[in-house]
C-alpha cells in the first residue's frame, strides 16, 4: 500500500490508510502523516476498478453506480476511498466520483439501459449492470425517470427496500458471464465477486473476497447436513453458491465463465488440479 507498512494483523484490503492519511477512527492505532473523516461521494460511472494502488496492473474489486464511498484522499488525480458496503479500501480515478442523490432502486437484471427520454428506440446515454444503485424521481408509462434525468425500465429496476428473496436466484443471473479477476458484475465476475452481489442483492453484508466470506458469511455447515440451495462452499482462494443439493454455481478459471457443476465433480477436478479440498461450507440464514 502506498506510503508505508500497516502494522501486524491489519489486513490492507479494510484497513483505511495509505501511509500519508488515515481514517481519523484509526489514530493511535495506524501511523499516517494526517487523520481525516473523510467526506461521503458516489460512483459517477457504470462501473469502476478498484486499485490496491494508482499504478497497479490488476484491480481488486470494482464498484459500481451509486455505490457510496468515503474519500479519505485525493492526489494526482486519483481518490483514495473507503466502500461503505463492504468496507473495502482502495483507490480510484478521481473522475469516476460525484455528489449525488441517495439512491431508491437497484438494477435487479443482468443490464439494463438508461435512455434520454421514454422511448426504447432512442439512443442510450448508458449501459448499467446489476447491482447499480440510482434514484426514481418520477414514472412515465413502462419506465422510471431517475434524478439524471435518465428513463429506466420499471421491470429492470428494484427497490432498495425490498431485496431478493433469495441469493440463489440473484447468482443465477450472472450464469455465462465471462470470468474477470475482481470482476463485480455479468460483464465480468470471479467467484466471491459473484457470491457478494449476490448476497448484497438478497440484503445480507458480504464481504469482497473469499477468505473473507469463509471467516463471516452465515454460520459453518455441519458435515453431516445435506447442503441446500444458497449454501455456499469453499475451498482455498476459490468459493461457490449451491442452486440445489448437488449443483454448484461459481465463476472459474476453469470455464472461464460463471459455470454450473455438480459440486462432487468439481470437488474432485479442484484437488486433482491442486487445489485442494473444500475448506468450509456456509449457510445464511433466511430473512
Known sequence: MSGGALPAGRDRRRTAANGRVAALELAGSVDAECYVAGRPARIARPVVDLLPDPDASARDRQLLYGAE?????????????????????????????????????????????????????????????????????????????????????????????????????????????????????????DCSGLVQAAFLAAGHPCPADSDMQAAELGVPIAEDVPLARGDTVFWAGHVGIMVDGETLLHANAYHMAAAYEPLAEAEARIAAAGGGPVTARRRVAPR
Open 69 to 189: 464511498v468515503r474519500v479519505l484522499e485525493e492526489r494526482g488525480g486519483w481518490a483514495f476511498v473507503q466502500a461503505s458496503a463492504d468496507g473495502y479500501v482502495g483507490y480510484v480515478a478521481a473522475g469516476t466520483l460525484g455528489a449525488m442523490p441517495e439512491p431508491t432502486h437497484r438494477v435487479a437484471v443482468p443490464a439494463t439501459l438508461a435512455l434520454p427520454v421514454p422511448d426504447f428506440k432512442r439512443l442510450e446515454r448508458c449501459a448499467l449492470p446489476f447491482g447499480a444503485a440510482v434514484r426514481v424521481v418520477s414514472a412515465s408509462g413502462a419506465f422510471f425517470e431517475t434524478a439524471e434525468g435518465w428513463f429506466v425500465p420499471r421491470l429492470h429496476l428494484r427497490p432498495l427496500n425490498r431485496p431478493m428473496g433469495d441469493a440463489a436466484t440473484a447468482a443465477q443471473l450472472f450464469f455465462g458471464a465471462p470470468y474477470l479477476w475482481g470482476g463485480n458484475t455479468p460483464w465480468g465476475v
